[in-house]
C-alpha cells in the first residue's frame, strides 16, 4: 500500500519504507470521540438542541457548539447577542406555536419553562421580560420538587417514572431506564461505584482508567489526583467442584498496567440469615491466587459473594478497595438431617400415632418422610406425606412386644439420618373382642332403645361401653355416649332419618372394634328453611347479617336454628354449629377481614336436625384494621441455624386503601419455658408478607400471636414453636467409687456450642414411679459433674433413676432413659444435700436388675449342664439293664442318681417307641 510509504510508521522489517523520505507529510491527528447520542425525546438530563439532538444539561453553555447548531450556546449568561455580529433578524413566521410553548418577536418557539429563566432565549430576550414576581433569586420560579424540564410545570418526585404521563411534555417519564422509581434526579450510587452522566452508577474500577466511558468525560478528569482503584469484574463458580457444603469461586480482574502485585480477600453471607450482631458478612483470607473454595457452607443455601482487592504492598486490611460487583449462589441439596421430637401413642389394639418434628436443616425441599417399625424383618415401613408431621401405623401389632418406631426425612437428594429410636411396649390391654348380640327397640321419632350383651369371656375386664350414633345428614352432630350398662337409650335424633348405630367395648383406655346396626326413626323428616339472604353489617365491616324465612311446617314448634359458616364446605361442616337463635336473622361478628365465607342455617331443635337451607349464601368482608393478622406461622431460618426461626404473617387484607400508610403490628411471645411474656412493635408497613427473625433457645417452647397495631385490635391464633431439644444425658450406670460409695454415672451426647459454652448443671430424678410424674413418690438432685453418689435409704424396693440437663437459662433437656435399681437393706429415702460431694456413714447395696438378670440366667446354664451329665451317665447304666417282664419296666442301677432323676421306661417293644417318663 502506497499509503503506507513514509508515513512514519515502519512497515517493512528493515524500514525501508520509510528511507529517502524527502518530503513532509503531515499526520491529522485522530478525530476525538464523539458520543452518539439520540435525537429527538430527550430524557430528562438531556438538552434537546435546535436540530433535535441530545446532548447532556451541562454542556450547555460551556463555549463549545455540541449540537452542531450553536442552539446550546444561545442565550447563555455573559452573552449580549445584542452586541452580536450577526445583526440581521429574520421575518417572524405567521404560524403560532403549539402548546406549553412561548412565540419569540421572530417566531421562534421555545418552551414555556424557558420563560423568565433568567437566560433570555428569544434573540431580543423578550422572554424575560415582563417576569414581575415571578423570580426567586437564581434558579426561576419556586419549584421545591420536579420541574418539568419542558413544559415547565412542577410536580412531586413521587410522580416521576411511575408510568402515568404527569409533565406536559412528558419529561417525568423520560430516562427511566437510568433513574430510579419515585426518587430525586441525584442518584445514590452504592459503595464502590460512582456517579455518571448525573444518573447512571460505574463500578470506581473505571474511574481513571485511561478509558472515557462517561459521556461527559468527568471519570478521566483530576486523575493525578485521584487513587487507582482495583476491583474484579467478573466473579463466577465452578459448579463442577462445588457441592452441598463447598462452593469453588473464582473472579477476573484487568490486569493492572504498571504491574502492580494484586491481593484477594471473597467474602460471603447467607441470604435470609437475620444479622443479629450486625456480622451477616464472613471474609475468607487473603490470597494472591483468583480462586477460593468456601467450605463449611449449609446445604442448599443461597449465598451472596463479592471479593475485595489491594495492591500486594498494601499490608493493612483497611486499606482494601471496596467492591461493586455481587453475585449469588446457592449450594446444592444434601441429606436432611433427622426428625426429631418423635411421640408415640398407642390408640388401640392395631394403630399407634406417631409425632415428630421436621428436620431443622431439611438441606432442600423435603419430599416425603417414612416410619420404621421393629422388630419386624424386614422392618414395617409406612410413608407419609411431607405436608404432615404425624401418623397413624396400622399393624397387626403382638401383645408385650417392645416395639422401636424412627422416622426418617428424604428430600429430593437422598435420604437424611432417622430419628432417635422410640421404644413402645405393646399393651395387650388394647386387644378387645366385639360386643355381641346388638339389638334394637322401641324405635321413635327421636329415640331408639339400644341394647348388647358384653364380648364372650371377657366381662371382668371391660370398664364400659361406647356409642356413635352416625347420621347422613352433614348439619347432625351427635356426641360420643359413654355407660357402663349394656343398654341405652338414645335420644335427640331427627324423624324420619337413617342412623348408623356403633358399640365398642372399652378397657381401661382403649376402645376395641365396634359392632354396628342400622335404625329408621318414625316419623315426618324435618323441613329445611327458606330464602336466606346475607349482607355485611352496617359499621362492622367484619361482621354479616343473615336473615331467612322460617319453615312450612304442619307443626307448631318453636324452632331453634344453627348457624354454620366456614371458609369452605369442608371447613363448614367440620365446625358444626358456630352459632344457636329462636328467631329469623343473626349477625355473626368478628370474622376475618377481607375474606370470603359460605354461610348456611338449618333448624337444630326441638327435634332433632334439618337438612339446611334451600341454598347456601357466598359473602366476602370488607377491610378492618382490627381484624386478626392472617397466616401466622413460625419455621426455621433459611440459613439452616438451629438457633433462629422466622415468624411470618399476612395483613387481614392484601390490598389496603389507597390512602393507607400501612399496618403496624403487635408481636406478643411468650416463653413457655420460664414463663416470661415478650412484645415485639413493627412500624408501618403494606407488605403482603410480614416476616420477624426470632432467636430461639435450645430446650424453649413459645407461644407466638400477632396482632395489628389499632385500638381494640384482635389477636390471631397462638402457634406453638418448639426450640431444638438439648440432647439427654445417656448410658447410665451404677459403680463404686475409690471410698466405696456407690454413685450413678453418665456420659454426654454432642451437645450443641450454645449448651456447652455457657453453665449447666445435671438433674437427678429418683423415684419409684418409672415415668416420674408422681411427685410423691419422686425426688430431684442436683450436681455439676456427670457423678451422682446414691442417697441412703431402702427398703428392698424397685426404684429409677434418670438424668436431665439444665442451662444456665432455665432450659432443660428431657430425661434420660430410665435405670431400674434395686436398693437393699432399711431406712427410707431422705433427701441429701443435693450434691454429688454429700457423705454417708450407712452401709448399703444398689444393684442394677440387669445384673441380678445375668446372675440368675448364669446359674440357671450351670444347673442345666450339671443335669445334662447326670442323665447322660444314667443312659450308659441303662445299657446294662434288662426288661423284667412281670413288672414291665427297667429301673436304672446307677445308685448315685437322685430319685427325681430316676426314669422309669415303660411297655415298649420292636415296633414302639422308647418312652422316657
Not at 321 to 349: I, K
Not at 574 to 580: E, P
Not at 731 to 759: A, C, F, M
Request: charged share 20%.
Amino acid at each position: 500500500m502506497k499509503s503506507w510509504v513514509c508515513d512514519r510508521e515502519n512497515d517493512c522489517h528493515d524500514g525501508s519504507d520509510e528511507i529517502n523520505c524527502t518530503t513532509t507529510s503531515t499526520i491529522s491527528p485522530p478525530r476525538p470521540f464523539v458520543p452518539l447520542f439520540p435525537q429527538g425525546n430527550c430524557s430528562a438530563t438531556m438538552f434537546e438542541c435546535g436540530n433535535r439532538n441530545c446532548v447532556p444539561l451541562w454542556w450547555k453553555c460551556d463555549g463549545q457548539d455540541d449540537c452542531g447548531d450553536g442552539s446550546d450556546e444561545l442565550a447563555c449568561p455573559g452573552s449580549n447577542p445584542t452586541n452580536s455580529t450577526v445583526t440581521t433578524t429574520a421575518a417572524p413566521d405567521s404560524h403560532t406555536c403549539g402548546e406549553n410553548h412561548f412565540q419569540c418577536n421572530n417566531g421562534d418557539c421555545i418552551w414555556e419553562s424557558w420563560v423568565c429563566d433568567k437566560e433570555s432565549d428569544c434573540a431580543s430576550g423578550e422572554d424575560e421580560e415582563n417576569c414581575h414576581g415571578t423570580e426567586t433569586g437564581e434558579g426561576g420560579t419556586e419549584c421545591t420538587e420536579f420541574r418539568c424540564l419542558h413544559s415547565g410545570g412542577c410536580i412531586p418526585f413521587s410522580a416521576l417514572c411511575n408510568g402515568h404521563q404527569d409533565c406536559a411534555d412528558n419529561t417525568d417519564e423520560e430516562g427511566c431506564g437510568l433513574i430510579m422509581p419515585g426518587t430525586n434526579l441525584t442518584v445514590e450510587c452504592p459503595r464502590g461505584s460512582f456517579r455518571c452522566d448525573g444518573s447512571m452508577c460505574l463500578p470506581l474500577r473505571l474511574y481513571c482508567n485511561n478509558v472515557t466511558d462517561c459521556y461527559d468525560g468527568t471519570d478521566e478528569l483530576n486523575c493525578a489526583s485521584d487513587k487507582r482503584v482495583y476491583q474484579v469484574s467478573r466473579i463466577f463458580i465452578d459448579d463442577k467442584y462445588s457441592n452441598s457444603t463447598t462452593l469453588l469461586v473464582e473472579w477476573e480482574i484487568p490486569p493492572p498496567a504498571n504491574g502492580t502485585q494484586l491481593q484477594y480477600l471473597p467474602s460471603y453471607s447467607a441470604v435470609g440469615r437475620p444479622a443479629l450482631n450486625g456480622t451477616q458478612w464472613l471474609n475468607t483470607t487473603w490470597t494472591n491466587a483468583t480462586e477460593l473454595r468456601l467450605f463449611n457452607l449449609t446445604a442448599y443455601t443461597l449465598y451472596n459473594i463479592t471479593v475485595y482487592v489491594r495492591p500486594l504492598q498494601e499490608t493493612d486490611v483497611g486499606d482494601a478497595h471496596p467492591p461493586s460487583l455481587y453475585v449469588t449462589a446457592q449450594t446444592a441439596m444434601g441429606a436432611p438431617s433427622a426428625p426429631w421430637n418423635v411421640s408415640l401413642h398407642q390408640v388401640s389394639h392395631s394403630e399407634v400415632h406417631v409425632r415428630w418434628n421436621a428436620p431443622v436443616k431439611p438441606n432442600g425441599i423435603i419430599t416425603t418422610y417414612r416410619i420404621y417399625v421393629e422388630p419386624m424383618a424386614p422392618p414395617l415401613v409406612v410413608a407419609v406425606p411431607v405436608s404432615k408431621t404425624d401418623a397413624i401405623v396400622s399393624y397387626k401389632f403382638t401383645a408385650g412386644t417392645n416395639y422401636s418406631f424412627q422416622v426418617g426425612a428424604e428430600n429430593r437428594y437422598s435420604a437424611g439420618e432417622r430419628s432417635a429410636r422410640k421404644y413402645l411396649a405393646f399393651d395387650g390391654s388394647a386387644i378387645i373382642p366385639l360386643v355381641e348380640n346388638l339389638r334394637t327397640s322401641s324405635i321413635g321419632n327421636s329415640s331408639v332403645l339400644l341394647s348388647w350383651s358384653a364380648p364372650s369371656g371377657s366381662n371382668s375386664n371391660i370398664t364400659g361401653y361406647q356409642v356413635v350414633v352416625k347420621s347422613g345428614n352433614y348439619y347432625a352432630q351427635y356426641p360420643v355416649i359413654n355407660t357402663t350398662s349394656t343398654s341405652i337409650n338414645v335420644t335427640g335424633l331427627s324423624p324420619g332419618a337413617r342412623y348408623n348405630l356403633e358399640v365398642s367395648a372399652r378397657r381401661a383406655r382403649f376402645t376395641g372394634p365396634p359392632s354396628s346396626i342400622l335404625a329408621i326413626t318414625t316419623g315426618e323428616e324435618l323441613p329445611g328453611i327458606s330464602d336466606l339472604r346475607a349482607s355485611v353489617a352496617k359499621g362492622d365491616m367484619t361482621a354479616v347479617k343473615l336473615e331467612w324465612h322460617p319453615p312450612k311446617d304442619k307443626r307448631k314448634l318453636k324452632w331453634e336454628y344453627g348457624i354454620y359458616y366456614g371458609v369452605n364446605l369442608k371447613e363448614m361442616y367440620l365446625n358444626g354449629v358456630r352459632n344457636r337463635t329462636t328467631d329469623t336473622t343473626f349477625t355473626v361478628r368478628e370474622l376475618a377481614a377481607c375474606e370470603s365465607y359460605t354461610f348456611d342455617v338449618a333448624i337444630i331443635g326441638p327435634i332433632g336436625y334439618g337438612s339446611g337451607s334451600d341454598g347456601m349464601v357466598s359473602l366476602t368482608t370488607e377491610f378492618d384494621h382490627r381484624s386478626p393478622p392472617k397466616n401466622l406461622a413460625v419455621r426455621p431460618a433459611m440459613s439452616g441455624s438451629n438457633d433462629m426461626a422466622v415468624i411470618s404473617w399476612a395483613p387481614p387484607c392484601v390490598v389496603l386503601g389507597i390512602d393507607s400508610t400501612g399496618l403496624g403490628y403487635l408481636v406478643d411471645i411468650r416463653d413457655v419455658t420460664l414463663d416470661k411474656m415478650s412484645h415485639v412493635t413493627l412500624q408501618p408497613s403494606r407488605n403482603a408478607s410480614v416476616q420477624l427473625p426470632l432467636e430461639v433457645h435450645y430446650g424453649a417452647q413459645y407461644e407466638i400471636s400477632v396482632q395489628t397495631d389499632a385500638t381494640g385490635a384482635r389477636p390471631s391464633p397462638v402457634v406453638t414453636l418448639s426450640g431444638p431439644a438439648i440432647p439427654p444425658p445417656h448410658q447410665l450406670s451404677i459403680g463404686k467409687q475409690v471410698g466405696g460409695n456407690v454413685t450413678l454415672y453418665w456420659r454426654n451426647q454432642d451437645l450443641p456450642h450454645e449448651i456447652v459454652s455457657h453453665n449447666y448443671s445435671y438433674v437427678i430424678w429418683i423415684s419409684k414411679d418409672s415415668t416420674f410424674q408422681d411427685l410423691n413418690k419422686t425426688l430431684r438432685y442436683e450436681s455439676k459433674e456427670p457423678l451422682f453418689q446414691l442417697p441412703e435409704d431402702h427398703h428392698g424396693e424397685m426404684y429409677y433413676a434418670a438424668v436431665s440437663i439444665v442451662d444456665s437459662h432455665g432450659y432443660s433437656s428431657a430425661r434420660s432413659e430410665p435405670l431400674d435399681m434395686l436398693f437393699v437393706f432399711a431406712e427410707e429415702i431422705t433427701p441429701s444435700s443435693g450434691t454429688a460431694e454429700a457423705g454417708s456413714s450407712h452401709i448399703y447395696v444398689a444393684v442394677s436388675i440387669g445384673v441380678i438378670i445375668a446372675l440368675a440366667l448364669g446359674a440357671s446354664l450351670v444347673m442345666l449342664l450339671i443335669r445334662h451329665r447326670r442323665l447322660q451317665r444314667s443312659f450308659s447304666s441303662f445299657a446294662s439293664t434288662h426288661f423284667n417282664t412281670r413288672s414291665e419296666s427297667t429301673i436304672f442301677s446307677d445308685q448315685t442318681l437322685e430319685d427325681d432323676d430316676s426314669p422309669v421306661i415303660r411297655g415298649f417293644s420292636d415296633d414302639e417307641p422308647l418312652v422316657i417318663a
